[in-house]
């Protein structure tokens, strides 16, 4: 057998494996909330929807990133794509309140599932090739980018094929066939995120290496998975650094929330109909995602000239609650200058969560090592989706206008001023079997350390899907 791939073909396949594990979200994001309206849904009742999503990662998340830990992230991958690509066949032709509901535990199901495992697998790669002091930040910001980039291209042409399906002359047996079967314009994304869903799974399977594991059996993986969850909780609790990861990953699961809830029913409104209400929403969450990558690519420059991680983190999340306050006060007047101000908000909140994830995760991999390593990504997203789910519940049952936004942006500030209290950087958890064990840091560095630059990780945008 071959030895681990050199870091540069490794940065370049999970960058490859991050997009293709998110351009079928960028596809579904600007129709899905659409087009549960046309399949006779309320607003509250897409919120119960978002919410079965995110409380089926939130249950699966633990459980599946023992599960990477203990089999290889190779085989939790593909699985991920393969209920994917299931979730995505039935949001696109499922009419019924049950269908859609098994959508959102399929397609719950799937993303606690890929969570972690790619950028373990990166992670571990890189470091067995150089050495526990590889440089990571880069890889990881790009793996970032092109989970934006996906995103980004994703929302313009899954908001686009709607639009130009709408407008194109098709012919009259087609026309009737979607007036009376289960697929609208509006499904089609969600169809083509399914080939490429497939087309995500392949890859997986043969472009990334993993070292043979020890024989085990399934008994043996479930019995291990509970011990490596309470690790993962053991690490959430008691480490200071982890607790400010979590708290501000939570605060921005609120941020996305608002956002992928309210934002496409005001574009509809906007231009007074379904198709185009799309196709608005779309350039605006393609800007965004642009901008996330922006962001994400900028995150180590933005440490460096502040100084340190922690106040680059800070600085980014600043960024986004300014805009999410834009997003609130322009609710209040129409034209284009409020326009241009929301956009603007748009730009701001996805341009400091793009730099913001990076440098999180940077300190999130200071404290695990390769046999936790899925299992603390897990705990994070954990922290994201139960945290959306509330808020998504929350923000449905208000009154439209600024309050929603501006309950978003109270959030997120809370979840970014932890950063701004100085602290020592916390090892390992105490207590159980350490995720990592505990490394001498200094109190409080004045700035970037050499070891600032040799680690870090994405923190992708995460949208609904």
């Known amino acids: 057998m071959t030895g681990p791939l050199d870091p540069r073909t490794a940065r370049r396949r999970f960058a490859s494996v991050t997009f293709l594990l998110w351009l079928p979200a960028g596809l579904c994001l600007p129709t899905m909330v659409l ?3 046309e399949r006779g849904m309320g607003l509250s ?7 079965v999503h995110s409380l089926t990662v939130a249950a699966l998340e633990l459980p599946t990133g023992g599960l990477s830990d203990a089999i290889g992230r190779r085989a939790v991958l593909a699985f991920a794509g393969v209920l994917s690509v299931a979730a995505m066949l039935l949001l696109a032709l499922g009419t019924t309140l049950w269908a859609l509901v098994l959508a959102m535990v399929l397609m ?10 790619a950028e373990a697998w990166y992670v571990d790669t890189v470091q067995a090739r150089s050495g526990s002091d590889a440089e990571l930040r880069t890889g990881l910001a790009r793996g970032n980018t092109a989970s934006a980039a996906a995103l980004a291209l994703g929302t313009l042409c899954g908001g686009g094929l709607p639009w130009l399906l709408d407008l194109a002359p098709l012919p009259s047996a087609w026309t009737a066939s979607i007036a009376s079967g289960p697929v609208l314009p509006l499904s089609i994304p969600p169809l083509v995120g399914a080939v490429v869903g497939l087309v995500h799974t392949v890859y997986v399977l043969t472009a990334l290496p993993e070292p043979p594991r020890a024989p085990t059996t399934v008994r043996g993986v479930l019995r291990g998975v509970p011990a490596t969850m309470l690790d993962g909780l053991r690490l959430g609790t008691r480490n200071l650094l982890v607790r400010r990861v979590l ?6 699961g609120t941020a996305l929330a608002a956002i ?3 934002a496409p029913g005001r574009s509809a409104e906007l231009t007074g109909a379904p198709e185009s209400g799309a196709l ?9 995602f642009v901008c996330t990558a922006l962001g994400s690519h900028a995150a180590p420059a933005v440490a460096r000239l502040t100084g340190s991680g922690e106040r680059a983190i800070l600085v980014a999340l600043g960024v986004s609650v300014t805009g999410l306050l834009l997003l609130g006060v322009t609710v209040l007047w129409s034209g284009p200058s409020a326009l241009g101000l929301a956009a603007a908000g748009y730009a701001l909140v996805y341009l400091g969560l793009g730099s913001s994830g990076p440098n999180q995760n940077t300190l999130l991999h200071r404290n695990v090592d390769s046999t936790g390593r899925a299992t603390a990504l897990s705990v994070q997203s954990l922290a994201q989706q139960l945290a959306g789910a509330l808020a998504g519940l929350v923000i449905g049952a208000l009154p439209s206008g600024p309050l929603p936004w501006l309950l978003a942006g109270a959030v997120l500030l809370a979840g970014a001023l932890p950063w701004a209290r100085g602290g020592r950087r916390d090892g390992a958890a105490s207590g159980g079997r350490p995720l990592r064990q505990p490394e001498a840091e200094p109190s409080e560095p004045s700035g970037p350390s050499e070891a600032d630059d040799k680690v870090g990780g994405p923190g992708p945008a995460q949208s609904i899907p």
């Open 35 to 37: 087009l549960m309206g």
């Open 45 to 51: 009742a897409v919120a119960g929807l978002f919410a």
């Open 108 to 117: 719950g199901s799937g993303r606690a599932l890929s969570s972690g495992p």
């Open 247 to 252: 708290s501000s990953t939570a605060a921005m």
């Open 260 to 262: 992928e809830l309210l």
């Open 280 to 288: 608005l929403f779309a350039s605006l969450a393609c800007a965004g």
